[in-house]
């Protein structure tokens, strides 16, 4: 009876959550954590864990196209990882093998036009694992509704690592001038193809850590993070819910912010600026408390005083 209760309880949060939801982050990369623990407290081996969590990712797959997520990333195998036992790397280097070929021949995959992509090195995985990546990649490759990131012994600090460098290489070899680097150089050195800025991160398992994962994507986007304590293989849809809900607030709190900063602008400058500062204003005036958004009529007469140092000439100089 309590089973069947939490079942009905758990629909009907779900259905609330599901109305709360306006919009979908862009980009959401998970930390899966718990499998092994899952296993353990249920007296299943690690392996049973991972099984069972595969199962998961399916779902969250299905979860992110139904709200219009763009882009998932799953943090799916680290470079410390390698540390475990044989017996348990072997087991999971079979699943993965299993999963990414079963992924690249499903009909939804393709009706989805989903690319899957391994990012991280690959290169020190065993040959069956680079062969069942390759596969999946070729198989999806023409795709792009929806893109899956796999990450694969990955390490976020290496991979900025290597980038840097590659860039450095290049400076000493005479091909990039120092003062030719930018955002979209490290960038183009840190995977094959191109990864969106990551939107929110989705951690299980407990631990409110987020494991050198995607920092150059994550951390420069200050991409909202939700930890939540279910393991991996039983994170349900509303625990999904709750973290988009979670990078809503994140969103909404920013814009608010943004207004907040814009309006305490217009009251301390009287230069060009304000352009900036009343652009700012009217795009996120609607995500302030109504006794804090500024009256229309004060930011046309700010308007006016920039137009006329606009005029003056101030802006030229």
Not at 41 to 66: I, Y
Not at 292 to 317: K, T, W, Y
């Amino acid at each position: 009876m309590k089973r069947w209760l939490r079942q009905r309880v758990d629909a009907a949060y779900e259905g609330v959550l599901s109305r709360e939801i306006s919009g979908a982050p862009t980009h959401v990369a998970v930390i899966q954590d718990g499998n092994r623990r899952y296993a353990r407290r249920n007296g299943e081996t690690a392996h049973d864990g991972h099984r069972q969590g595969a199962q998961t990712t399916e779902h969250v797959l299905e979860w992110c196209q139904d709200i219009g997520v763009e882009e998932l990333t799953l943090y799916t195998f680290s470079t410390e990882n390698f540390d475990r036992s044989d017996e348990e790397n072997e087991a999971l280097f079979d699943l993965l093998c299993e999963k990414l070929r079963k992924f690249a021949d499903a009909e939804r995959v393709h009706d989805n036009e989903v690319q899957i992509r391994a990012i991280g090195e690959v290169e020190k995985l065993p040959e069956r694992v680079r062969d069942a990546v390759d596969y999946a990649e070729r198989r999806t490759r023409d795709h792009g509704r929806f893109v899956l990131n796999i990450a694969l012994a990955y390490g976020g600090r290496s991979q900025l690592l290597e980038a840097v460098h590659d860039v450095a290489t290049d400076v000493q070899a005479g091909s990039l001038e120092p003062d030719e680097i930018d955002v979209e150089t490290i960038e183009d050195r840190l995977y094959d193809q191109p990864v969106r800025d990551v939107d929110l991160i989705i951690r299980t398992g407990g631990d409110e850590r987020t494991s050198n994962f995607l920092p150059w994507h994550a951390n420069g986007n200050e991409a909202a993070v939700f930890f939540c304590t279910p393991y991996w293989p039983e994170f349900s849809k509303t625990d999904f819910l709750r973290g988009i809900r979670t990078y809503e607030h994140r969103e909404e709190s920013w814009r608010r912010t943004r207004a907040r900063r814009a309006i305490a602008l217009l009251g301390a400058i009287s230069d060009p600026e304000l352009v900036e500062a009343k652009s700012i204003v009217e795009r996120f005036r609607d995500s302030l408390p109504t006794s804090e958004q500024p009256d229309p009529g004060d930011l046309d007469d700010e308007s006016e005083q920039v137009e006329g140092i606009d005029s003056s000439g101030r802006a030229a100089d």
